[in-house]
């Protein structure tokens, strides 16, 4: 474990787009990695405005072995916007990280997703030949991506993604129904931060995955 950093092999930084749109895609990953044993790492996973979020980020990248790279937003959506570079920048600051160390850290392993195929080529040419999965804007095919992923990379043994989708339908309810009797309204619940829902399906899986 490189300079004792904890959970290190067990660690997933998750670099994606954090939009309204891409949600159900994100909550159902931060899902799967749970119910899977790891530990996702997300940049909005703590709120703390003192930390520079490069330094956040650089240090999320370093305590991980497994990182998820979404480019699904690297291209303009509208005319007049801006390709969202942040991604891609991420993605070139994991694999400089995976050249550079010489420990543990050599050996990290990437998945990398798009929401259509071949479309980075437009913005990241560099990685063409690289092995990049497909999820359509489906949450499903997400989940499939990631299990499957880490199914090959982690050596382990996992549940089928579709017993997977259905606990996540199963958390789903649970969650919803616990926060309305804790006093949330349904706009609250829409509005969590990432840091409660995780801590939520830590407790859901520690509570033995309840219907």
Known sequence: MPGGIEG?????????????????????????????????RIATEANDSSTVRIDK????????????????????????????????????????CKQFFTDQRCDKKFL???????????ALSDIAGCDIKQ??????????AVRNWLVSEADIVADGA??????YADFQEWYYERQLAAGFSEDDIKDYPTSELLAAMKAWVALGKPI
């Open 8 to 40: 290190f092999d067990r660690n997933v930084f998750i670099n994606c787009p954090f939009d309204k749109g891409y949600e159900p895609i994100l909550q159902a990953i931060l899902f799967c990695l749970i119910y899977l044993g790891f530990s996702p």
């Open 57 to 96: 980020i650089r240090t999320l990248i370093e305590s991980s072995l497994y990182s998820i790279h979404d480019l699904s937003r690297c291209q303009a959506g509208k005319k007049g916007e801006h390709y969202r570079l942040n991604m891609p920048f991420e993605l070139g600051f994991d694999y400089g």
């Open 112 to 122: 990398i997703l798009e929401e259509k195929a071949y479309r980075y080529q437009a």
């Open 135 to 144: 999820h359509a804007a489906d949450y499903q095919k997400a989940v499939r």
């Open 162 to 167: 579709a017993k997977i989708l259905g606990a």
